[in-house]
């Protein structure tokens, strides 16, 4: 199983970005798809997830700003983030797990993918 985010880069504040999520070894409707970040010096800490029915969480810090989505024929997610603030700099991860319960409340995917970094300048 492979998992690779892109999409990370330099911004500014109140900029955008959309990363992506390319999985392979997977079938994405057979899974939830989670992101998570890790700022330095800090816990990797939940910012979304999509269940294999399409529903959606997201953690009260990006509420209304982060958008998730995926495409199952591509077996692809999506993480659309607006508004970024300084505090969203990070590491982004991807990740998947066929439980969300485990993905989402437990933070135990069954796989983690490598990380895409996104850097908000104020």
């Known amino acids: 199983v492979q998992l690779q985010a892109s999409g990370g880069g330099l911004v500014q504040a109140g900029g955008s970005l959309r990363l992506s999520c390319a999985a392979s070894?997977?079938?994405?409707?057979?899974?939830?798809i989670g992101w998570f970040r890790q700022a330095p010096g800090k816990e990797r800490e939940r910012v979304s997830v999509?269940?294999?029915?399409?529903?959606?969480n997201y953690d009260d810090p990006v509420k209304g700003r982060f958008t998730v989505s995926r495409d199952t024929a591509k077996n692809m997610a999506f993480l659309q983030i607006d508004s970024l603030k300084a505090e969203d700099t990070a590491v982004y991860y991807c990740?998947?797990?066929?439980?969300?319960?485990?993905?989402?409340?437990?933070?135990?995917?069954?796989?983690w993918g490598q990380g895409t970094l996104v850097t908000v300048s104020s």
């Open positions: 070894g997977v079938t994405f409707d057979e899974y939830a």
């Open positions: 990740s998947v797990a066929k439980s969300w319960f485990n993905l989402w409340i437990k933070i135990m995917p069954d796989y």
């Open positions: 999509i269940s294999k029915y399409g529903d959606t």
